[in-house]
């Protein structure tokens, strides 16, 4: 079974600096998909950022981009010139190529609480 | 705005009382999800939907849990016989148009059984 590890419970970082938060998956599969999603506190999920596992080129939005090592099956997230509002819950994600019927579901690490210091 | 509409947003029961859950993709697309979350913890997948059909079910949905999306559109999830330990966030999500086909989560639906 595919399975996403977020080895870091808790981060902090200064407002204006930069903090990468990991993530390692694990999978049998050559063809997927990775995301970075945020969950601000009491507020809905949304999506930071997503990369295509047949695409060499790291993703980058805006502040924030990925790190994404295939051989490795590590998928980082790197935040730069962090503001307040990026303090929340970020959750990395795994799902492989839409199939018919069944395993199209999508893995969830545990997640790792940012904290945004002024 | 997700595009992804849930109802309640919070209900609080006893245990042993029944519970549903409606999520509304407000734009219809195929595929429908039902995720669970407790308390610092990721979500975890319960069903899928593609279209009206369930493809698939997660063993955490025993057999008190029951979930339909009629027309394929709107979808509920039903708890039978509440137990404390169902208490947790329930998210539904819809996959995008886009290729990568990510998720889009609604705002969840918090279920406090005392």
């Known amino acids: 079974a595919q399975t996403v590890t977020q080895s870091q419970p808790e981060m902090s970082v200064q407002e204006a600096e930069t903090v990468t938060l990991s993530c390692t998956y694990d999978?049998?599969?050559?063809?997927?998909?990775l995301f970075w999603y945020k969950q601000p506190p009491s507020r809905q999920m949304i999506l930071v950022i997503r990369?295509?596992?047949?695409?060499?080129q790291n993703a980058t939005e805006n502040r924030f981009s990925v790190n994404f090592q295939k051989a490795a099956k590590s998928f980082s997230l790197k935040i730069s010139d962090s503001q307040l509002g990026d303090a929340a819950m970020y959750f990395c994600?795994?799902?492989?190529?839409?199939?018919?019927?069944?395993?199209?579901?999508?893995?969830f690490g545990t997640g790792t609480s940012l904290t945004v210091i002024p | 705005d997700t595009g992804v509409s849930q109802d309640p947003r919070h209900k609080i029961t006893k245990r042993g009382q029944n519970v549903t859950f409606r999520c509304d993709p407000i734009?219809?697309?195929?595929?429908l999800y039902w995720y669970r979350q407790t308390l610092g913890q990721g979500p975890e997948f319960l069903t899928y939907?593609?279209?009206?059909?369930?493809?698939?079910k997660s063993r955490l949905l025993s057999d008190r849990f029951s979930a339909e999306r009629p027309k394929g559109s709107f979808s509920t999830l039903e708890i039978q016989r509440t137990e404390q330990g169902d208490s947790a966030m329930y998210l539904c999500?819809?996959?995008?148009?886009?290729?990568?086909?990510?998720?889009?989560f609604g705002e969840g639906s918090r279920l406090t059984v005392l």
């Open positions: 994600a795994y799902r492989r190529v839409f199939r018919a019927n069944t395993g199209n579901q999508f893995y």
């Open positions: 999978t049998s599969e050559s063809d997927y998909y």
């Open positions: 990369q295509e596992a047949y695409k060499q």
């Open positions: 734009s219809e697309h195929n595929r």
């Open positions: 939907f593609q279209n009206e059909a369930q493809l698939e």
């Open positions: 999500a819809k996959t995008g148009g886009a290729l990568t086909g990510e998720l889009f």
